[in-house]
């Protein structure tokens, strides 16, 4: 299964796009997303749940941390569930 995410750029400092994202959060927290331009969709991502449910929360909450390091914000709010 598998789920596209909207990516609002202006929210994240140092992050130009979706290929931007995906490569630095590969770099950083060893989660590989497919960006949505590849696609088509600039600004989205790709999330495939391919994965056991303890890996998948694992890779959600380095999704989160990344996020939450590369926003203008000190601290954002992000659902997961």
């Given at each position: ?7 609002n ?48 929360e ?24």
């Amino acid at each position: 299964m598998a789920v596209m995410v909207k990516l609002n750029v202006s929210l994240l400092k140092d992050i130009s796009d979706d290929i931007d994202f995906c490569f630095k959060l590969a770099k950083e927290e060893s989660v590989i997303l497919l960006p949505g331009l590849t696609v088509g969709l600039k600004n989205w991502v790709r999330v495939t749940f391919a994965a056991d449910p303890s890996s998948l929360e694992e890779a959600l909450d380095r999704v989160k941390s990344f996020c939450q390091k590369h926003s203008h914000q000190h601290k954002v709010h992000i659902d997961l569930v």
